[in-house]
């Protein structure tokens, strides 16, 4: 693909994606700062989803949660206190106790079709969760100068989610209003459980949700890209996290010690090993056992040890390569130690494989926009994203997927208590990704974008 | 010395005795399971302290408490939450406000002296404390039956310090009774804390307790010995006790492992090498670290680490073999991983030399008396006892020492919930302990125990 | 049993072989200077042992040798370069061709027995090897001064096994002189290979030769015992040793370091954790990994690595604990970084359960000699000796054992260049292991040592 | 600096050294395989050495060998026996006793001054050591069917260092016939020991030879570059070797292991934890433990180890975190064991920054070679290369300095037994190389490459 000056459709396209945005502005920055106030943990999004749902609906999407949306044996791992704890606000709120059990039983997700008569499909993915952080209640801090600060101590939207779903609703919005000049299937998914590699992904893509797509757009706010800034192609690491147990046997160690199997030297044993795998030349990893704990007495024997670790890594290959090891050197601990061991994953997203193709084609999107003033086609992004998850899904079956940043001054860094992020990107983001779904789906597109 | 069939005097003394001690059976059993109602942790003797001081005071002994009695700057370890409980339970039970106040600031040692003009002084050694065990509450468990069951849930004399209290209140009852015939000082010491070797013992020692001392008598019921059984010297390991923290430098393990200080594998390099030391040919010892903990986050470089370990051994040479390794082994790890250490003793009780001479009288008493049909010489124990503390400090400074065991029946072994010791030993174990001060400070005895 | 001072049988006994033995003497030192002057390593003592088997059917007893006396199969190592330097000593000595070639195949064992008509089987056990250490040229040294010196350069009997094979003659030659007078069999076994526990005892007991055996006899001079000395029952360790290989792959660590397999590594830890095994309550052991090799470039992922380890236990049960743990940590290492392991054991020796009884018959025969000052019914040697083979042989068989020490003054300790013993110590031994035999195979006997 | 089309200069003297080089064909094959019959091991270029002195004698330059042209005492290493055979071949083929003598003392190096007037120094590196390689005797192998096989048996020019020295030749040709037109300094320096890093580079850079440098040109054949393509820019890894002593004490491990010092378990502690280093952000890295040497016998704790490592790195920022941390990590082994550590750098070359306008100049002038079909900018290569010291040393004294690959197809890989190179680079090796000097040292040059 060349970039072609005479793309007239496309040009068109993007001036009214962008005018339609603009419209919807003050609309953007009220979701966002209504999602702001009442930020829900990783699979406790039950008013998120709940209200996603409603309005998606209002739309004339049609909607699936619960157990059509995702396969909630898939996940990793769930914070039982955390998820009860919110379900219980959403109780509060007055979110429909049958929907709330739904959700209990399937999980979070929602994924809204609006289908548009035959043609491509578009998926766009936008995720939930909000952080363990408390807010910072500085007065500097906008969500509490001006009256959206979290309402739920201990929770936050302290990475972008907040706004990612405003996102998602301003594209509904606009899509649903061109419905009928669009030949092909608008998909949203709304993603429970990013934060922390859970599972939230994986399982959505386990219901077989993105099977049938052939444009998967991901995005994210800032993540390094300033307020006029677009990367087209964020590549992030692949990451795996994991809990390894190590169950031996107590002995007096005056009395008896010939009867104990040491569990804390085996996980000791393990854990220098861990750390000592040979690098690959494919690639930079990083393996770090975090956590470890193991005992409980001086005078026995001790008999179980925890670690934690977690990888990351440049490539999957490299990635993968790590964790085959993975069970071989736990293995071979607790044998050498005479314990048993067991391996058990609690959180991992894949690298993922972009299209050069769809990249392009949200580069000149984005290179029309009068507020865009640096395009970037790829960035690597030291750090995980389950996103990659319906990436690799859409590849494997023959689709192309892009994940896109859409740049956006911050007040400080993700995760930080007194993070916030520039809500005029809110408008821009909307522009450039109702603008794909807009020229993918337009029967008289003239790009060659054709599916491998 | 040898063995005088003619020796009229030591007769008579134990036939007295072992009458003195058969009048007191009904105190020594009352005695005993009052203590055994109010089980008070170490350190946190307040009430029974109270009560032994009473007595003592009341039968003529010029009684040392606090801060007279043992310097509570040498101790090893107190558990805050368990003294704080039994203070609160000693004040319920209307022990002096005063009092314990001068206890909570000094200690809880109790050291009486009857003063029996110019002679040696024999000084025999109790420990007070209580084990942090739930006693059963099975019908067949006679304290059950009987009502004399532990009224502090999580609290149980299941060593028989009871039965050593009420041992000592018996040999001052009857050594004040024969006090105008005897000759020097008998000097009855309750200790504080001796399970888990948290340093009762060493801080009593600390305040000069036992210097002036010319004969020490340690004992202890049961302990491998039966009723009708005798042990004139029973000998300890030497132990010791330490916490071990590394202090290293979290890092974010993709964006900057690389000013990582990694606690976690300091420590576990350090535990392998702890138990990978040579060992001593001239005896056996164990090492254990019993407990690691280490960091927070499987995406953070370990910050810190803890390990505790514990070390027996046979002899006070092999114990110190290890003891010197320790730092060394610690430091190295810290050194190779770039991490600070420090280490703490949180308990130790050495080993001992017994006085050999003394413990053949101890024999030929106890073989005197009806009721036993065994006496044993020496026998090893292994385990620690900080009673070598006294038994150390009496010999440094040119007295004899012992350690007897008063055999008794159990019922279940000591530390269990449904441990009980045959009452009829209090008897015996009065009858033979009187005897040996009764005889020792006799001025008429025979006997060439003339000290070194 | 008991000592009865009216055995005159035995008083009796002990006087003529006391006179036999006497004038022996020059004899014994003439063999035994003899053995000095040409010493041959383990499983080379090819001239050794044609003079024994020459010396043996002289005195008519029936010599067995090579494969009738050892199952060579059975041997842990052998030194080809040591064995074929004796075999080639030994064909310039004038050995016969035709029995080199024998012993070659088949080994350097010489069992020889005579039988002396119905009645129990006594068996005498002598080693016969040499140790690979320069004798001292110095003119202090009697072998030196008096002209018996080690003839061949670097090997020499260091350990007093030359003096063993003299005691063995000698009792020959007092045994085959009372012949008609004894009812049973001498059996006098001649090992090789004592030193290194390299398999000379295992693989004569492997050949059956102890299965008929009532009473057997094992002997050292020295060992901690003086002249004038005599010990009953010596204890040894249970050892073994071992050769641990480790097979990785070998990668370029810059192109290729994932394809690596680690031996280096493999063997690093495997060594680590086998110091770190738990100690026993039921005695003390001593491992050690005294030999590692691994690897041939700085460049190359180490693909091989080889250790070599001893283990000492006090007991048998100890002794198979640690050697129970070793198949798990090897190949639990291997396991951990992806290398084949294979175990090989290179020696070893059993500890030894001894006849009381067996033992305080040699105490009272000793106890009669005039040069004997002190009897010692049993000690512990902190070393491993093969002759253990035999006892547990004989007793798993219902035969009893023991092994005594004759007292001998050592110019140095056993195993240094200038080792040399009290050659008046051969008349002693001579005398109190031929009194064994004479009284054992008495018919007029009457104690009883009925076989279990 | 931007490409200017009309640099009619350079058009010219591009040319020029084009048909220069062109003339030169038979003489460079001709010097190549003479080189290639004589292979001489680092440090031990006595014959290569003189003939090159003698030659660019013969052409005007001023020479310096032995201590003038290298600091011998900064070399890393010299492989005795290796140097000992190759001073005795030189001796043979003739070389001048005086001169060998200097060589023997003083090192093996050349450097070679035209001088032409006031100007610049341009410096080129040439390698000239070979490998112990036995070269192949395949008849399909050109120097074995050619007649110009290495005719030392185990040392093989296996790498093209004798064709970068043909290289040196026919610049000097070249720019000796041209000397009249040039204003500035012509240095060719002629390396031992390139190979293993032994520290050739190192020592000459230490005697000042590329202080004054303005221009510093290194080059290789092939290395990833076919016939036809010309790299600018080579970067390599950085890169270290070491050996680390460790000095324990023995110990009887049954009489008295409690006095031993273990090396063997702290140099495998230590590469265990070498090899657990923290991954660095800043790029990859490769740590290698290839050798460990320990102990003697398995009785007895091993006093003594080796271990023998390399690094490899991205950047010389990465390699110095891993150095950084070799001291801590083996003293900290060293004092956890109890055992005595050093450490000895036996090897090295550092990476290195070099000159984007430089490089682009060299491109510009490959790209008018009609051999020449694809030019690179800049490649990374995985190995080490001590031509890094003089670059980086050149820098720090205000040079440019560029590592340009000659395109060459080679029969086999680098440093294989049947390695050959196609000798047509080396004329385009020489009108590349003869072209930057006859440019650079032009009077009339236009291209502003000044310095900094």
Redesign the interface.
Known sequence: MTLGADDSLLVEIVAASRAAAGELETELVGWRRDFHRHPEPGFGEFRTAALLAERLGDLGFDVRMADQAMDIESIYHRDRDRVAAAEEGARQAGVDVGLLSLMRAGGTAVVADLKCGEGPTIAFRFDMDCLPVSESTDASHRPQRDGFHSQVVGEMHACGHDGHMALGLGIASIVAAERSRLAGTVRLIFQPAEEGALGGARAICARGVVDDVDYMICSHLGLGASSGEFVARASF?ATS?YQVRFVGQG?H??????T?R?A??A???????L??L?????????I???????????????AW?LL???L?AETPQVHD?VVE?LD??I????????VETSINQIGGAPGAVEDAELGALACEIAERLPEIGVVRDAVVC??GEDATFFLNRAAERGGRGIYVLIGSDLAAGHHAPDFDFDEQSLSTGTAILSALALYLLHPARTRDLSLR
Do not use: F
């Open positions: 690491l996290k002995a160690v005056v009395n008896s010690p010939q104990g040491n804390l030297l996980a000791a044993s393990a854990a220098l090993a750390h000592a040979a690098p690959h030349s494919g690639g930079w990893y990083s770090n056992v975090g956590v470890m704990r193991a005992g409980d007495e001086q005078g026995v024997t001790p040890a934690e670790l977690g990351w390569y090891w071989d050197v293995r071979g601990a607790g044998q050498s130690w005479g030291r750090a």
